[in-house]
């Protein structure tokens, strides 16, 4: 059974990847190491690779850390081009929303590349990334992201490191472009230790968890932690021993602070249009509700500036997809700019029934009533198919007068 959890916190004293990412959360919830490996078969990981995750120690401290190594003989590595890479797991039998976390880490981390190389997103190859381990990193960082349910996460400031990097596009600073675009808005800290410190996978993570920079306000119990471990050992300009690790805290909020039990988190988009036509901000938002990570999109009239007629329009997304569909929101109506927060929300469990031909979505309300309510567009069909074998009867009979 899985242990409940309201918040994580990550504090990345040797810094942030993929792997170290995995080791973390494995260590504080091994329960869940079967499962990470399972989604990395199915993501299409080759049986002559191995996955193991390890106890390690330091000398200073204790926990674990990934190893994905090749047992086969030669190379037997994934494409690198993004599409490519796209196209394989949309294939996989990956779960739903585990490839759809996936593929957005994978998105980010695309769009940083685009931006940094002046090319477009579908033309992004990735080469230190290009292979299974690194795939695998972001799959298993994905299904433990769902595993978890739907925690709010924090993070302490992200340490800098420095100096040189050796990349398939020749000598880069560190931190790499690509990780500079995709920490862009967090806080980071220089501790005087060069090298990579955060990875492009590791700051792709980061940026899909949307982590804050604060514990939740209110009281809450720390119920377990966990040490992931890179494999670099960190040269200290002192010489004194830090442990390359990145430490994550699980947190449960007490029962007598506990209020509606949270179902999950979504993201709200809002803005106000008061100068697109009526015909042409409807297909807008036709446009948006086609998108898949997109829930519902509403909008209400009111009076802006200057006494001025606005529609005010609220667009509710999967927490994952704020950053695309607020760029779908400004590129598909007039506004000149959006809001948009995390919301925690509570949903009833419901299911789909088949009465007849018709959906019927049954709700499973607190204290165990039942609603059922028929799909509007089912029910209007059904009344078109009955009207129209109304009057095909009537004609047979020779009744044309309605």
């Not at 086969?72 to 494409?79: C, K, L, N, T, V």
């Not at 494999?231 to 506990?258: E, Q, Y």
């Not at 198919?385 to 309605?402: F, H, I, L, S, V």
């Amino acid at each position: 059974m899985p242990r409940p959890v309201d918040h994580l916190h990550l504090d990345p004293l040797g810094g942030i990847a993929g792997d170290m990412f995995i080791a973390a959360v494995l260590d504080a919830f091994p329960e869940y190491g079967d499962g990470v490996e399972t989604a990395m078969r199915a993501a299409g990981l080759p049986a002559d690779w191995q996955f193991s995750c390890i106890g390690h120690t330091d000398g200073q401290l204790t926990g674990r850390r990934i190893d994905i190594a090749h047992d086969g003989i030669g190379p037997a590595q994934p494409s690198g081009n993004y599409a490519a890479i796209v196209e394989m797991l949309a294939a996989t039998g990956l779960d739903q929303t585990v490839r759809r976390r996936a593929l957005h880490i994978l998105e980010l981390l695309a769009q940083a590349e685009a931006a940094v190389h002046g090319v477009p997103l579908a033309n992004v190859h990735f080469h230190e990334i290009a292979d299974w381990d690194s795939i695998c990193d972001v799959v298993g960082a994905a299904w433990l992201i769902e595993a978890l349910g739907a925690p709010t996460w924090s993070i302490d400031p992200l340490p800098r490191g420095g100096g040189t990097i050796s990349t398939a596009h020749g000598v880069l600073p560190a931190p790499a472009p690509a990780t500079v675009k995709l920490l862009t808005g967090f806080a980071i800290r220089d501790d005087g230790i060069m090298g990579e410190r955060v990875t492009p996978t590791g700051a792709a993570i980061v940026r899909a968890l949307a982590p804050g920079p604060n514990l939740p306000d209110g009281p809450l119990t720390l119920t377990a932690e966990g040490t992931g471990f890179g494999h670099r050992i960190l040269p200290t300009p002192d010489g004194r021993p830090m442990s390359n690790i990145l430490r994550l805290t699980a947190f449960t909020r007490p029962p007598s602070d506990v209020g509606p039990r949270s179902a999950g988190r979504v993201g709200v988009i809002t803005f106000e249009i008061d100068d697109q036509s009526p015909e042409d901000l409807a297909l807008g938002l036709d446009h948006l509700r086609a998108r898949r990570d997109v829930l519902d999109v509403c909008q209400f009239a009111g009076v802006g500036k200057k006494g001025r007629m606005v529609i005010q329009i609220q667009v509710i997304c999967a927490d994952h997809a704020v950053n695309p569909i607020t760029e779908a929101c400004l590129a598909q109506t007039a506004t000149l700019g959006v809001r948009w927060r995390l919301e925690d929300r509570r949903t009833l469990p419901r299911e789909t029934l088949d009465r007849a031909g018709l959906r019927v979505k049954r709700a499973h309300r607190p204290g165990g009533d039942l609603t059922d309510k028929a799909e509007a567009d089912d029910l209007a069909r059904k009344t078109a198919d009955y009207a129209g074998r109304r009057r095909a009867r009537r004609a047979a009979e020779g009744d044309d007068d309605g």
